[in-house]
Nanobody
Framework: QVQLVESGGGLVQPGGSLRLSCTVS????????MGWYRQAPGKERELAAV???????NYLDSVKGRFTISRDNAKNTVYLQMNSLKPEDTAVYYC?????????WGHGTQVTVSS
């Protein structure tokens, strides 16, 4: 079994920054992907950023240049540094961990960008 524990999130003004963290525990294999999805009210969940165990990354076009995903394999933790936040970044952010074709989800953390 795999468990994900998220932290970070909260309320920030436009132009501000936040950092999300997600630590994975349990039966973890060396080859996996870790990522962050987000879901705004009334919208479908979308991939914000993903990083492979080898360090390859991929970003949603609208967050490129503002968000940075990274991971610490020794700690089984993935981070999402979010800078220059915009009101349209407001959403619940979900951590995702995938290995051997199976995906696991965190409970989600709210990010609200508002003045």
């Amino acid at each position: 079994q795999v468990q994900l524990v998220e932290s970070g999130g909260g309320l920030v003004q436009p132009g501000g920054s936040l950092r999300l963290s997600c630590t994975v525990s349990g039966n973890i294999f060396s080859i996996n992907t870790m990522g962050w999805y987000r879901q705004a009210p009334g919208k479908e969940r979308e991939l914000a950023a993903v990083i492979s165990s080898g360090g390859s990354t991929n970003y949603l076009d609208s967050v490129k240049g503002r968000f940075t995903i990274s991971r610490d394999n020794a700690k089984n933790t993935v981070y999402l540094q979010m800078n220059s936040l915009k009101p349209e970044d407001t959403a619940v952010y979900y951590c995702n961990f995938r290995q051997t074709g199976v995906g696991y989800w965190g409970h989600g953390t709210q990010v609200t960008v508002s003045s």
